[in-house]
C-alpha cells in the first residue's frame, strides 16, 4: 500500500526552527517528485515546496530562504527543514507525492499531516 | 487570496446535482494546465477526486465528473450523498514551477 507518514510538528516561539519528516512506504520517494503542501487553520491549501527526483528544488516565494527540502534515500523519508518561523507559518504541512508530467501534475497520495503552531 | 477563485459554498439536497466552478487564468489553466480536484472531509487530508481534468481514481464513484473549458473548469456531482458533504478544492499549475489551488467550496447536504 501506498503511504506517507508525517512527523515533526508542534508548537514552537516565532523565528524558532523545526523539522518535519515524510515516511513513505510502497514506493520509492528519490523515484518520484515530492512537495509540502500546507493548510492554515479554517483557510485553504498552499503548496510550499518540491523536490525532483534528479533532485533540483522550488519553493513558493512565501518560505524561500527559510524553508529546506530533502530526502534521504536509505530511509525512503521526505524532510522540510524550517527556520526563522513566523506566525504566518501556523498550519498543517502535508507532503505528498507528485503524479504526471510536472506542468500538468497532481498530488497522490497525502500524508495525514502534521500540526505546526508558531507562537510564543 | 488564492490563484484559482471557487465559491466558498455550495449546497443542495440528497439526490440532486450540484456543480462547483474553478477560475483562472492564462497564466495558469488558460495556459493549457490540467486541473485536478480534491476531497477534504472534516478533519482529514485531501484526496484525489479528479486528475487531468476529468479522470476518476479507482475508487472514486462516477457520480463525480469534471470538466475545463479555457481559463475554467467545473465539479459534478450527481445523485448527491450525505457522504458527499465536504470541502472541495481545485489544483493547477502556474509559472516558476508553482502548483496553485482554489480556496476551496464546502459543500453542505441538506
Known amino acids: 500500500e501506498v503511504q506517507l507518514v508525517e512527523s515533526g510538528g508542534g508548537l514552537i516561539q516565532p523565528g524558532g526552527s523545526l523539522r518535519l519528516s515524510c515516511a513513505a512506504s510502497g514506493f520509492t520517494v528519490s523515484s518520484n517528485y515530492m512537495s509540502w503542501v500546507r493548510q492554515a487553520p479554517g483557510k485553504g491549501l498552499e503548496w510550499v515546496s518540491v523536490i525532483y527526483s534528479g533532485g533540483s528544488t522550488y519553493y513558493a516565494d512565501s518560505v524561500k530562504g527559510r524553508f529546506t527540502i530533502s530526502r534521504d534515500n536509505s530511509k525512503n523519508t521526505l524532510y522540510l527543514q524550517m527556520n526563522s518561523l513566523r506566525a504566518e507559518d501556523t498550519a498543517v504541512y502535508y507532503c505528498?507525492?507528485?503524479?504526471?508530467?510536472?506542468?500538468?501534475?497532481?498530488?497522490?497520495?497525502w500524508g495525514q499531516g502534521t500540526l505546526v503552531t508558531v507562537s510564543s | 487570496q488564492s490563484v484559482l477563485t471557487q465559491p466558498p459554498s455550495v449546497s443542495g439536497a440528497p439526490g440532486q446535482r450540484v456543480t462547483i466552478s474553478c477560475t483562472g487564468s492564462s497564466s495558469n489553466i488558460g495556459a493549457g494546465y490540467d486541473v485536478h480536484w480534491y476531497q477534504q472531509l472534516p478533519g482529514t487530508a485531501p484526496k484525489l477526486l479528479i486528475y487531468g481534468n476529468s479522470n476518476r481514481p479507482s475508487g472514486v464513484p462516477d457520480r463525480f465528473s469534471g470538466s475545463k473549458s479555457g481559463t475554467s473548469a467545473s465539479l459534478a456531482i450527481t445523485g448527491l450523498q450525505a457522504e458527499d458533504e465536504a470541502d472541495y478544492y481545485c489544483q493547477s499549475y502556474d509559472s516558476s514551477p508553482n502548483w496553485v489551488f482554489g480556496g476551496g467550496t464546502k459543500l453542505t447536504v441538506l
Open positions: 505528498a507525492r507528485g503524479r504526471g508530467k510536472k506542468t500538468t501534475s497532481w498530488f497522490d497520495p
